[in-house]
């Protein structure tokens, strides 16, 4: 079964990997049945999934994640966004609690690091609290500056951010920070689009018009798989390249749980069973090959190896 984490200071423990719904929704990494969809959520379920994100922009992701919870909405720890719809985040907070037939949600976060001039945002969010259509709320966002701008706003109880292998940066240099104001932190994107699980190379190309890798360029495509072929030290003789991504971000104590879309059961059993975690030697080679490959800034690889040799001697 999955570990379970503090969701930060909410007295919420989620499981470690969490169910990301954007692939189901069909409009961003090829299509999916909604039978296949629904079993996939099933499966997460049975191996002690309890945390689940999805956004309104996600296609049908909203619609199916309304119709799974049906008789099963009190085991699920439910995360949506607000995305810039027209309308306003507290009229589409009504049409989400529709969509996915709850009458709260628990963890709601703007998709985006406000600017100043979009800091009522904030005061909305503030509203839906106390009104109770949401519980906790919180912001995806990018970088380290806008860490440390959101956090400084009372009502965020958590962030959303990329963590990966090719992604060390901004958790690596937020550290410090999330350790002094413990919110909430959602890590995503661990597999790179899928580079970090699969053999893709330069040669490949994606031709459903429904993935979005089908507008990226060769040169991309290209720098991606080579990055990511960079990590092949990690493959072991019971471990893949996909299960050890998978495991990099869970190396932080500071990550609350890792958002891991999947289309299918297939997946779901190979994304969601726990395997061996990164020894400290690995997670040495790991920084250096990180800022050898420049994908954090100078002096890098030493704060990684410093601050998880700390944290695996606890």
């Not at 692939?23 to 079993?39: H, N």
């Not at 190309?205 to 979005?212: E, I, L, T, V």
């Not at 990164?278 to 490959?293: H, M, V, W």
Request: hydrophobic content about 40%.
């Amino acid at each position: 079964m999955i570990n379970r984490r503090p969701f930060g200071r909410t007295g919420l423990q989620v499981s470690e990997r969490g169910f990301g719904a954007w692939a189901i929704g069909g409009k961003a990494f090829g299509s999916v049945a909604p039978d296949d969809a629904l079993d996939a959520l099933s499966r997460a379920e049975d191996l002690g999934c309890n945390f689940l994100d999805t956004a309104a922009v996600y296609g049908e992701s909203e619609q199916l994640v309304g119709r799974f919870l049906r008789g099963r909405r009190e085991r699920w720890i439910l995360a949506t966004k607000y995305s810039g719809q027209p309308g306003g985040m507290t009229a589409l907070i009504e049409e989400q609690l529709r969509r996915l037939g709850t009458d709260r949600i628990d963890f709601h976060q703007i998709h985006w690091a406000p600017s100043a001039a979009e800091y009522t945002l904030y005061d909305e969010l503030e509203a839906l609290k106390k009104s109770g259509k949401i519980r906790f709320a919180g912001v995806s966002l990018k970088s380290l500056g806008e860490i440390q701008r959101v956090l400084a706003q009372p009502v965020v109880d958590g962030v959303q951010l990329p963590v990966s292998l090719l992604d060390p940066q901004p958790l690596v240099s937020a550290l410090a920070l999330l350790r002094a104001r413990r919110p909430a932190v959602v890590a995503r994107s661990a597999l790179r689009g899928g580079f970090l699980a699969r053999g893709y190379d330069d040669g490949t190309r994606f031709s459903d018009a429904n993935d979005q890798r089908s507008q990226w360029t060769s040169a991309r495509i290209s720098e991606l798989a080579t990055q990511a072929a960079a990590f092949d030290f990690l493959r072991t003789g019971d471990r893949s390249r996909s299960a050890a991504a998978l495991a990099y971000p869970l190396s932080f104590g500071e990550v609350s749980t890792l958002v891991i879309s999947c289309k299918s059961t297939k997946q779901v059993d190979e994304n969601f069973t726990p395997g061996s975690s990164l020894d400290a030697a690995e997670l040495a080679r790991i920084a250096q090959t990180q800022t050898r490959l420049a994908l954090g800034r100078k002096g890098l690889g030493a704060r990684i190896r410093a601050r998880l040799g700390r944290w695996l001697r606890r």
